[in-house]
């Protein structure tokens, strides 16, 4: 049987007294979401979150993490996948830290590579109608970056679909925003580049008839973490997430 250890992977730590910029730059050139933070004898003390990073603007600001550190995800080396996975579920994060008896940071295990494994065990029933969200909050290609940012910080979801003329073009998420150059100055100065400029194309997308399964499938083929749901007139109708698959579907 597979357990936590079998998937660790070395997530990138920080202390308290580190600075958010320092984080930022971490977060923006890795693959990573979420940043753990340990005290001086290395034990977990919590994680940062890439929406809280993307509060933090100025370049050379001397505003440090502490109050941003949330409750992590956690679970021991022995701890088997479908356990670690319903802690993430729990926490709605995107990784669990793996710890020691005593609080020991020791690495983490990403949901993005959890998830492939878990979908394998087992049959995915439904249809995706079943389980996506409804009314996902949408943008379009020529707005701002400055109110699409406004929009993540302020409702804590990763992603927006960009739709044009009822059509869904692109996804544009927190990863495409902190790794825009010129973020900074388009969200301080109001300045008016749009979210064309930095959305993720083509998007792959599923219908709410489309099985629960296939969707999942075309997530990890794609190495997505969200589809756009489209009804037969290419009109947007809700999401599907990796969370979203697997609700209610582990023991």
């Not at 730059?25 to 940043?35: G, H």
């Not at 669990?96 to 020991?104: K, M, S, T």
């Not at 109001?190 to 075309?218: G, N």
């Amino acid at each position: 049987m597979k357990v936590a250890s079998n998937l660790m992977v070395e997530i990138p730590t920080l202390h308290y007294d580190d600075y958010v910029t320092k984080a930022r730059s971490i977060l923006r050139d890795d693959v990573f979401r979420e940043l753990y933070i340990v005290d001086e004898k290395n034990r977990l003390r919590g994680y940062l979150d890439i929406s809280d990073v993307l509060r933090i603007m100025d370049t050379k600001s001397n505003v440090t993490i502490n109050g941003f550190v949330r409750e992590a995800a956690r679970v021991s080396r022995n701890t088997p996948l479908t356990e670690a996975g319903i802690a993430i579920m729990n926490a709605r994060t995107n990784s669990a830290a793996v710890v020691d008896e005593d609080g020991v940071y020791q690495g983490g295990v990403l949901f993005s590579e959890l998830f492939p494994v878990l979908i394998s065990r087992r049959t995915i029933p439904g249809r995706v109608g079943d389980a996506m969200s409804r009314e996902p909050v949408t943008c379009t290609p020529d707005e701002p970056v400055h109110r699409v940012y406004s929009l993540i910080v302020a409702s804590g979801f990763t992603a927006f679909p960009v739709v044009q003329k009822k059509e869904t073009i692109g996804i544009v998420s927190r990863r495409d925003l902190l790794r825009a150059g010129n973020l900074r100055t388009s969200v301080k100065n109001q300045a008016d580049t749009t979210v064309e400029r930095v959305m993720t194309t083509p998007v792959i997308s599923v219908t709410p008839d489309d099985t629960i399964a296939a969707a999942s499938r075309l997530m990890v083929e794609h190495d997505v973490s969200m589809l756009p749901v489209i009804d037969e007139k290419k009109h947007l109708v809700g999401v599907i997430d990796r969370h979203d698959v697997l609700s209610g579907r582990l023991p």
